[in-house]
């Protein structure tokens, strides 16, 4: 398993950065094979819901990886969620004012993958929900400024 983006665990960055944010940790997984994927599976950082039928990429936690940024950008993620059903995605700034985050979640993905544009407006702390169906899934993530 690589290392996670940022600071060691129990560096002063850290602890600073967990009290100022609560980022949720992805699990470093397999993800479901899908023929909407090319190629076979390969590992890689995900938030995963309880019972494992909703997971979104968290490929900006790796070492080498850039941070999520703020701005009309956006980030593109990859979902896996139950077949065929309906992704919602919402999100909030928990450490200040700003508008909602935006998602952009294209229609008629047949299989359990679903790519996705999230938007966030502005930097901070930001928690993500998602819903398909019965399952849902939330996280916290750290938005860093646009340079």
């Known amino acids: 398993q690589p290392p996670l983006s940022g600071?060691?665990?129990?560096?002063?960055?850290?602890?600073?950065?967990?009290?100022?944010?609560?980022?949720?940790?992805?699990?470093?997984?397999?993800?479901p094979d899908d023929p909407a994927v090319s190629g076979a599976p390969a590992f890689g950082y995900y938030y995963v819901n309880h019972d494992r039928s909703l997971m979104a990429s968290a490929w900006w936690a790796g070492d080498a990886a850039p941070?999520?940024?703020?701005?009309?950008?956006?980030?593109?993620?990859g979902w896996f969620r139950p077949a065929g059903a309906t992704l919602q995605i919402s999100?909030?700034?928990?450490?200040?004012?700003?508008?909602?985050?935006?998602?952009?979640?294209?229609?008629?993905?047949?299989?359990?993958?679903?790519a996705t544009g999230l938007i966030f407006p502005s930097e901070g702390c930001w928690q993500v929900t998602a819903t398909a169906a019965d399952s849902e899934l939330t996280f916290i993530v750290n938005v860093v400024p646009q340079p």
Do not use: N
């Open 91 to 114: 999100g909030q700034r928990l450490d200040g004012q700003a508008p909602p985050l935006q998602s952009h979640v294209p229609c008629c993905y047949p299989t359990r993958f679903q």
């Open 7 to 31: 600071a060691t665990p129990g560096s002063a960055a850290t602890e600073t950065a967990s009290m100022a944010c609560p980022v949720t940790q992805p699990e470093w997984i397999l993800p």
């Open 67 to 77: 941070p999520l940024q703020a701005g009309d950008a956006g980030v593109k993620v």
